[in-house]
């Protein structure tokens, strides 16, 4: 069976069950004998880190929690050239290897793949920093939302907050946690993304996911 190349997405809050469900879809599509890769949507903070290293001695990033559970936390919004600044520069960070997970194999190699993480969840990432919440509206915004490729497919996957905690004790003293679900369901309703709330047994929402996706 072969299938045109595509993006499939999977978005949410850390600890939600992304990869293990990305994995999955993963293999749903080799046994449909298409031709896919897995990727995890993180990048190098290169031209940022100067600004990063700059933010944590002036006190605008911030870390709660003790020992191994610490969570760094930044307050970017207390400087306006900070939430101004940060950013354009984490855009010009994300562009290489956006061309190297997603482009260039979509594209050029012909591969579907499913991405843990993407450009939505930079843009909760950045929202949240800088307490933007409208920030997808701003030229910026919109330039990360370029990267998009069109007929990407995206869902949202959330769970309960105290399950969250359960699961990932480096979260128990994120307190932004519940405002970072907050801007994801905000993200989801403004650019129509399905949610599928991982309440339910492993195999049932996997088989959601496939179906939503358009590959069960």
Request: glycine share 6%.
């Amino acid at each position: 069976m072969e299938k045109k190349p595509s993006l499939l997405c999977i978005i949410g809050v850390d600890g939600v069950g992304k990869t293990t469900h990305a994995h999955k879809l993963l293999n749903l599509l080799r046994n449909k004998n298409i031709t896919c890769k897995y990727t995890w949507f993180r990048f190098f903070h290169f031209f940022s880190l100067p600004l990063l290293a700059v933010c944590r001695l002036t006190g605008l990033t911030v870390y709660e929690g003790e020992g191994t559970k610490r969570v760094g936390k930044h307050e970017f919004y207390k400087s306006k050239i900070v939430s101004f600044i940060y950013p354009w520069i984490l855009f010009i960070d994300i562009l290489p290897m956006y061309f190297i997970k997603i482009y260039i194999p979509l594209k050029f190699l012909g591969y579907t793949i499913i991405s843990d993480r993407f450009i939505y969840d930079t843009l909760v990432d950045l929202m949240i920093d800088t307490n933007d919440f409208k920030l997808y509206n701003k030229l910026i915004g919109k330039l990360f939302l370029r990267l998009i490729p069109q007929d990407t497919q995206t869902i949202l996957i959330d769970l309960d907050e105290s399950i969250i905690r359960n699961r990932r004790t480096d979260l128990l003293h994120d307190k932004s946690l519940r405002l970072r679900r907050d801007v994801y369901f905000m993200i989801s309703k403004e650019f129509g993304i399905p949610t599928i709330k991982n309440n339910l047994d492993i195999e049932m929402i996997h088989i959601n996911i496939a179906k939503n996706f358009g590959v069960y």
